[in-house]
Structure formats: C-alpha cells, structure tokens
Nanobody
Framework: QVQLVESGGGLVQAGGSLRLSCAASGRTFSSYAMGWFRQAPGQEREFVAGINWSGNTHYADSVKGRFTISRDNAKNTAYLQMNSLKREDTAVYYC???????????????????WGQGTQVTVSS
C-alpha cells in the first residue's frame, strides 16, 4: 500500500522560505513521478510542481523561479523548496504520486492516484 507523508509546513513571513518533504513508502519510489499540489480555502486544488522518475521537472507559472522540486531516491523522499514566499502561497500543500509509471511529468489531478494528508503553509505579511 502506497503511503505519502508530508512535513515541513508552518508559518513564515512574506519573502521567507520553507522546505516541504514527502516521505513515500509501499513501492519502488524511484520508478514513479512525484508532484505537489496546493489548495487554498474556497479554491480548487491546483498543481504546483512535478518531477518524473528521471528528474525532469515542471512548474506552475505562479511558482516558477521561486519553488524547486527535487527527489532523493535513496531516502524515498521528495522535496519542495519554496523561496520568496508570498501571501498568495498560503494553502494546504499535498504530495501526490501516480498509480502507474509515466515517462512525462504529470500535472493534472487525475493523473495522480495517491495523495498525502497535506501540510499547512501560511505566509504572513
């Protein structure tokens, strides 16, 4: 059974940084893409960043140049480094992984079959 556990969320001032972690278990981590989504109150869950098995990445326009997704296959963990945080980055952040291996970087919600419980990120002004 695939399990994803996020950590690293919290309260940070605008302009600050946070690093989120997503620990995965239950299958061969290195064979699957990983993604980060976020959901603000009253809004749809939206794609933030994704990384495929070979390290190719894809970002939402709103976070390009500020956020970096990475993975450590030896630790079965994916990361989201968030710099220059803005108030509009405030949301619950979810880690996700597809049910099947992909050669591309998935960025649609329906492409992801497993989700973590989420971690709250709050950016204050």
């Amino acid at each position: 059974q695939v399990q994803l556990v996020e950590s690293g969320g919290g309260l940070v001032q605008a302009g600050g940084s946070l690093r989120l972690s997503c620990a995965a278990s239950g299958r061969t981590f290195s064979s699957y893409a990983m993604g980060w989504f976020r959901q603000a109150p009253g809004q749809e869950r939206e794609f933030v960043a994704g990384i495929n098995w070979s390290g190719n990445t894809h970002y939402a326009d709103s976070v390009k140049g500020r956020f970096t997704i990475s993975r450590d296959n030896a630790k079965n963990t994916a990361y989201l480094q968030m710099n220059s945080l803005k108030r509009e980055d405030t949301a619950v952040y979810y880690c996700a992984t597809p049910a099947n291996p992909t050669g591309w970087v998935p960025f649609r919600k329906y492409e992801y079959g497993y989700w973590g419980q989420g971690t709250q990120v709050t950016v204050s002004s």
